[in-house]
Nanobody, 124 residues
Framework: QVQLVESGGGLVQAGGSLRLSCAAS????????MAWFRQVPGKEREFVAN????????YVADSVKDRFTISGDNAKNTLYLQMNSLQPEDTAVYYC?????????????????WGQGTQVTVSS
């Protein structure tokens, strides 16, 4: 059973930084794509970034690509999202997701497994 557990969220002032982590377990993730999504209550889930676990190829949404970086540590089976220059509009619950395969997709419905989410709140 694949399990994803996010951590690292919290309250930060505008302009600050946070690093989110997603500890993955239950499977070898060599043929997986891992991703970060975020959601504000009442709004649709938004794609943030993804990474092909074996190849290391990444894609980051245009809205955050100058500020956010996605990376992974194979040895620790952990996914990261480094978020810099945070703004109040980045406030959301951030979710880690995983899908079997190598295609980097931005569609949430393509992902097979999800974490419980971690809250990020950016104050102005």
């Amino acid at each position: 059973q694949v399990q994803l557990v996010e951590s690292g969220g919290g309250l930060v002032q505008a302009g600050g930084s946070l690093r989110l982590s997603c500890a993955a377990s239950g499977h070898s993730f060599s043929n997986y794509v891992m991703a970060w999504f975020r959601q504000v209550p009442g709004k649709e889930r938004e794609f943030v970034a993804n990474i092909g676990w074996s190849a290391g190829s990444t894609y980051v949404a245009d809205s955050v690509k100058d500020r956010f970086t996605i990376s992974g540590d194979n040895a620790k089976n952990t996914l990261y999202l480094q978020m810099n220059s945070l703004q109040p509009e980045d406030t959301a619950v951030y979710y880690c997701a995983a899908r079997i395969g190598i295609r980097l997709t931005k569609v949430g419905g393509d992902y097979d497994y999800w974490g419980q989410g971690t809250q990020v709140t950016v104050s102005s």
